[in-house]
C-alpha cells in the first residue's frame, strides 16, 4: 500500500496486489472504503492538484505547467530522462509563465476545454487538463497563464459568455516566480 498526496478531507491509498484472492479481497475493501467510483477518484485527484494528460490534451504542456515539481513529480537531480533539455531549461533558465489551478464551474467541464478570460476574449487563456463532477457542479485543473489568475475580469468557460469559473485553492504551495 502506497500513501498519495491528500485530497482536502480525503485520505488516499494505492494498494498494490499480486494473486488473484488478494485482487478480490482489494477490490472489496475498495468498494466498501470509498464506494469505487471513478469519478470520486478523479475528483480526489483533482482536490489533490494532480493533473493527467489524457488525449484531448497530449503535447500541450511541460511538467512544470502541471506544477509536477511542486508536487516532488519530476526530479532535477535525477539521471537522463525523455524531454530533459526542454524541462531543465524551463526550470533553469525560463520563467514559468503558465501553471495549473484548481476551479469551480456551475456546469460541465471537459479535458482540452479553453478557458478565456473577459479582459482579453479573443484569445484563449488556459485550457483544462481534468474535470469530475463534485456536490455543488464541476471541479477541474486548468492550466493557464499566472496573468489570468491576477489580473481584474473574470474567467469562463469555453468563451466570454460561457459558464463563470472561480478560483479554488490547491494543497500545495506553487513555486515562487522569477
Known sequence: ?????????LRRLLLVVESPEART????????????STQAWSLSEIRAGIGHVTAATA???V?????????GAVDFKKGCYPGQEIVARTQYRGTIKRR?????????LAPGDEI???????????LVVNAAPAETGWEALAELKITAT????????RTVDGPALRLATLPYTLPPQD
Do not use: I, K
Open 150 to 157: 491576477t489580473e481584474a475580469g473574470s474567467l469562463h468557460a
Open 25 to 36: 479481497a482489494a477490490a472489496q475493501w475498495v468498494a466498501t472504503m470509498a464506494s469505487g
Open 100 to 108: 495549473t489551478y484548481r476551479l469551480l464551474s456551475p456546469t460541465v
Open 63 to 71: 511538467p512544470q505547467m502541471l506544477n509536477y515539481e511542486a508536487l
Open 116 to 126: 478565456v478570460h473577459s479582459a482579453d476574449p479573443a484569445q484563449p487563456c488556459g
Open 1 to 9: 500500500m502506497v500513501r498519495l498526496a491528500d485530497a482536502p478531507g
Open 59 to 61: 503535447q500541450q504542456f
